[in-house]
């Protein structure tokens, strides 16, 4: 699962990028300012006076947790259609009128009532992680005030989406067209500024300013935020899978370094791929690597087993450098030497971009050929 955190001011577009990044990934949604708008209908609808001098803030706190503890609620995270059901009806709409809007920020403004909507909002983003869920597990966009350091703090990629303030009155200016008052974009805004922060990036936060992008340039510098933290995602996974492998210097340095090489060979080998040579004993894996290399590099005896430990070469084909790893016979429930032997050909396959499998075209098909074609299937690489 990976989670995406957009704050920052009215007016730089959050809503409409949010939306956009999780289709774009297929993610769930979560527009957090809905809520808040929606905590506000609700209290109106139960009849409380957001208009009184006296407001009781006790009150209004423990109507917007039966809001929530008692089922009214319900959020739509499709990005194509994040509807509002409060008892099961569509207030979606209703929530965007200018009484709401009005009155928001009297509701939003009270600590303990943002404390209910914290944790109903990580609700909704844990949730996501579940199979059943919206996205299938695959996570989530979420969007609105607190959400960078205080609602989802861990979030794999957490942005502050911001532009200069003539932008935001430009842009405010245009929403005010479409129908939300200009007026109550920038009170809610003050008010907001009273109980978060929203105009500078916490630490860890990225800060995206937008200023002299269009909406498609903005999705497309969030496109890249989200892809580099999938790519860290899906490399320290892939390195917590090799704990229990004995590793050489050489691939610590690799895993240690999350994917950036310590050293200039290491460079060279990921930036030019690694192909692993590998198969049961004796059926001529060390040939095959001298005649890629073009020399007599790797030791040849007709003994099983005399390549005892992986050893990498820098080689070249058809005008293409890579690394080529040569690896010792593998087999499997074997013990001793040859259990060391098996396990660094699994590491070598594992650290490699595509394997070269070698098999004896005059014995045939042996048993050791189908574990290892089943271990290398299961790998995922190409073969």
């Not at 569509?90 to 509701?107: L, P």
């Not at 929203?198 to 995206?208: E, I, M, N, P, R």
């Not at 004796?282 to 992986?310: F, Q, Y």
Request: with cysteine; net charge negative.
């Amino acid at each position: 699962m990976i989670t995406v955190a957009i704050d920052g001011p009215a007016g730089v577009g959050k809503s409409t990028v949010s939306k956009a990044l999780a289709k774009h990934f297929g993610l769930a949604y979560l527009d957090t300012g809905a809520m808040y708008r929606a905590c506000t209908w609700w209290c109106l609808d139960q009849g409380i006076d957001l208009d009184s001098a006296s407001v009781d803030e006790q009150h209004i706190t423990e109507t917007v947790g039966d809001f929530f503890t008692e089922g009214h609620a319900d959020f739509g995270v499709n990005p194509d259609n994040p509807t509002v059901l409060a008892d099961g009806k569509d207030i979606t709409e209703q929530i965007r009128s200018h009484e709401v809007s009005a009155h928001v920020s009297a509701v939003s403004g009270i600590i303990p009532v943002r404390n209910v909507l914290i944790a109903a909002q990580q609700a909704y983003i844990a949730a996501e992680s579940s199979k059943d869920s919206y996205s299938g597990g695959e996570g989530i966009v979420a969007e609105g005030r607190d959400i960078t350091t205080v609602v989802a703090p861990q979030a794999d990629v957490r942005v502050l989406l911001t532009a200069r303030e003539d932008v935001r009155a430009a842009r405010r200016a245009g929403q005010s067209a479409q129908g939300v008052g200009q007026d109550d974009v920038r009170a809610r805004d003050k008010a907001d500024s009273k109980v978060t922060s929203f105009l500078s990036a916490a630490d860890g936060v990225t800060t995206v300013d937008n200023s002299d992008m269009n909406a498609e340039q903005t999705l497309d510098a969030l496109i890249s935020l989200v892809e580099d933290a999938i790519e860290k995602k899906s490399y320290e996974e892939y390195a917590a899978n090799l704990n229990g492998y004995e590793l050489e210097d050489d691939d610590r340095d690799l895993l240690e370094s999350d994917g950036t090489a310590s050293d200039e060979d290491t460079r060279r080998a990921r930036q030019v791929g690694v192909l692993a040579i590998v198969g049961r004993p004796n059926v001529g894996k060390s040939t095959l690597v001298n005649r890629i290399l073009g020399r007599r590099a790797a030791v040849v005896e007709d003994t099983p087993g005399v390549t005892r430990d992986r050893v990498g070469y820098d080689a070249e084909w058809a005008g293409h450098d890579f690394r080529l790893v040569d690896t010792g016979g593998w087999e499997s429930d074997v013990e001793g030497i040859e259990s060391a032997i098996a396990s660094q050909a699994q590491v070598a396959v594992t650290l490699a971009d595509a394997v070269v499998l070698v098999v004896d075209g005059q014995v045939g098909l042996a048993a050791s050929d189908e574990r290892i074609v089943k271990m290398l299937r299961a790998s995922g690489k190409p073969i």
